[in-house]
C-alpha cells in the first residue's frame, strides 16, 4: 500500500516510523516531512496547508491511503477532496472538524448534548464580553474562537487581565471569543479513535504545555509528554467514554457531520471528574511520540479501519500495547515560544539513539547546505524514552537528550514528575506497609 503522511513535526516523525514498520506499508511519501521523516520515508516538498498540491500529490504517487498529522488541512477540507475521489483518509471532513477549529461550535454541541464542560458565554462584542467579565470574576479563561496554534487561551487570575485578552482578541474584524469558568484540576489528554459510529479506546497521556519546570511560564505547544496518563485508571476512562466520547461522536452523526479519526479529548478532571476543555481532531504532539513508542501493534489497519468506516470489525486486543510506560523531552531552540534562532548545529543523535528503549523524533530540524543537521523551528527535537517503570521512562529520555550537542537548545528537567512522584509515593506506602 502506498501512504502518504501530511506534516514536517515530532508527531509526524512518530507517526512515519510507526506507519514505515507496517508490513501493509510498501510505499511511505512524506509532504513535506523532515531530516528524521526522511530516515523512513520519501519526502516531497508540498505544505501540509497546501490542500491542491496534497490532492495533486496524492493521484500523482497513486496513493492509497492518506495520514494526516496536523489539523490544518483537515479544517481546509482534505479529508473531503480525498473522499471525493476514492482515497481513504484518517481524519475528519471539514465539518467535523469544526471541533478543532471552532471552540465556539465545540461548546455549543456540548450545551445542546449535556456533555460536561465549562459553564461559557460567546461574544463578538466587547462591551458586552467585559460587563460579562465583571459580574463573573476571576480568574476566567478567554478563548478566541478560531486555529490559534495553543495561543489563543487566556488563563486570566484577574478581571483585568481577562478584560484586556477579550480587548485583543476582539480587535479584529469578524473575530469572536468564548469566555468560559475557570476549572480547577488536573489535565489528562485522552485518544480514541471512531469512524463515526465506533469508538476504539487508544490511549492517554499527560502533555507538559507550560515553557518552564514546575508548569511555569506561557503556554506552549506542548515541552513533554508522557503515557499513559498516571491519572487515567479503568473508571476514568469509562466516565470519559461514556460522558464525553460517545456522546460527541453520536452528537457529530446526529448533527450531520460524523467524526472520523482520532477524537482528542483534554480533559480536565476535577475531584475525579471529567470536564472537557477542547477537542483537537488530531494526534496530540508531543503526545503521540511516547504514544507510538508504547504501541507494539501494528497501527496501519486500525486507521485504516477508522477512514473505511469499519472500525466495528477491530477488536480492543488487535491493539498490543507494551507495558512499559513511554516518556518525550521537547528540546526547543532557546526564546521559544517567543522569537527564537535558527540554524544552530546539532550532534549526537546516533549516540542518543543508541541508548536503550531510545528513539530521537525531529521536530524543527533541517540540513544545512553542507548536509549537516540544523535547528529549523521552535520545538526542534524530542528525546522519547520506554522504561519498565516511569521513573526509568523519564531517566532514559534525559539521558539521550544530555547525549545531543545543540547550544542553542532547553528542555524542561521535570517532564514526567507528577507520575514519577506518584510512583513514589506508592512505593513508600507499600515499603511502609512491609516494615508494619
Ligand atoms: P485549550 O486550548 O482550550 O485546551 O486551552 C489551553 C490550556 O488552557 C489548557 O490546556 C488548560 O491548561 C488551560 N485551560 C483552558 N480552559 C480552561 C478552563 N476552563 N479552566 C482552567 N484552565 C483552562
Ligand atoms: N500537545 C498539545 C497538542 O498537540 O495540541
Known amino acids: 500500500m502506498n501512504i502518504l503522511l ?257 477524537l482528542y479529548a483534554g480533559v480536565m478532571v476535577c475531584n475525579g471528574e471529567p470536564y472537557l476543555l477542547e477537542y483537537n481532531v488530531r494526534f496530540g504532539d508531543p503526545e503521540c511520540q511516547p504514544i507510538m513508542m508504547r504501541l507494539d501493534s501494528d497501527i496501519v489497519p486500525v486507521l485504516l479501519a477508522s477512514a473505511q468506516g469499519r472500525l466495528a470489525e477491530v477488536k480492543p486486543s488487535d491493539l498490543v500495547w507494551s507495558y512499559d510506560p513511554a516518556l518525550c523531552v521537547v528540546m526547543a531552540a532557546k526564546g521559544y515560544p517567543g522569537s527564537y534562532v535558527r540554524g544552530g548545529k546539532i550532534t549526537g543523535i546516533d549516540a542518543a539513539q543508541a541508548l536503550s528503549g531510545v528513539r530521537v523524533f525531529h521536530a524543527g530540524t533541517a540540513r544545512g547546505a553542507d548536509g549537516a543537521l540544523i535547528a529549523h523551528g521552535g520545538r526542534v527535537l524530542g528525546g522519547s524514552a520506554r522504561g519498565e517503570t516511569i521513573a526509568r521512562a523519564q531517566s532514559r529520555a534525559y539521558e539521550a537528550v544530555d547525549t545531543i550537542v545543540w547550544a542553542d537548545g532547553f528542555c524542561r528537567r521535570d517532564i514526567g514528575w507528577r507520575a514519577v512522584a506518584e510512583q513514589r509515593d506508592r512505593a513508600a506506602a507499600r515499603s511502609g506497609r512491609g516494615g508494619a
Open 6 to 262: 501530511i506534516g514536517s513535526g515530532g508527531r509526524e516523525h512518530a507517526l512515519a516510523w510507526k506507519l514505515a514498520s507496517s508490513p501493509l506499508c510498501s510505499r511511505l511519501i512524506a509532504a513535506p516531512g523532515n531530516p528524521g521523516i526522511a530516515e523512513h520515508a520519501e519526502c516531497v516538498s508540498v505544505q501540509a496547508d497546501d490542500v491542491e498540491g496534497l490532492v495533486a500529490l496524492a493521484q500523482d504517487r497513486k496513493i492509497d491511503f492518506v495520514v494526516p498529522g496536523p489539523e490544518v488541512p483537515l479544517v481546509l477540507g482534505l479529508a473531503d477532496r480525498l473522499r471525493a475521489i476514492g482515497i481513504p483518509v484518517f481524519g475528519p471532513s471539514q465539518a467535523a472538524a469544526r471541533l478543532e477549529g471552532s471552540k465556539g461550535f465545540m461548546k455549543d454541541l456540548c450545551a445542546k448534548y449535556d456533555i460536561p464542560t465549562a459553564a461559557y458565554a460567546r461574544f463578538t462584542d466587547v462591551a458586552k464580553a467585559r460587563a460579562f467579565i465583571e459580574k463573573t470574576g476571576a480568574p476566567i479563561v478567554v478563548k478566541a474562537d478560531g486555529l490559534a496554534a495553543g495561543k489563543g487561551v487566556v488563563v486570566a487570575q484577574s478581571v483585568e487581565e481577562a478584560c484586556q485578552a477579550a480587548d485583543s482578541m476582539l480587535s479584529a474584524p469578524g473575530a469572536s471569543i468564548v469566555v468560559e469558568q475557570f476549572l480547577d484540576g488536573e489535565e489528562v489528554s485522552y485518544f480514541a479513535l471512531t469512524d463515526g459510529r465506533t469508538v476504539l479506546p487508544f490511549a492517554s497521556a499527560q502533555d507538559h504545555k507550560r515553557v518552564f519546570d514546575g508548569d511555569e511560564g506561557p503556554n506552549t505547544g506542548g515541552m513533554g509528554a508522557y503515557s499513559p496518563a498516571h491519572l487515567m485508571t479503568p473508571y476514568l476512562e469509562a466516565k470519559i467514554l461514556e460522558r464525553i466520547v460517545w456522546p460527541t461522536v453520536d452528537a457529530m452523526a446526529a448533527e450531520g457531520c460524523p467524526f472520523s479519526g482520532v
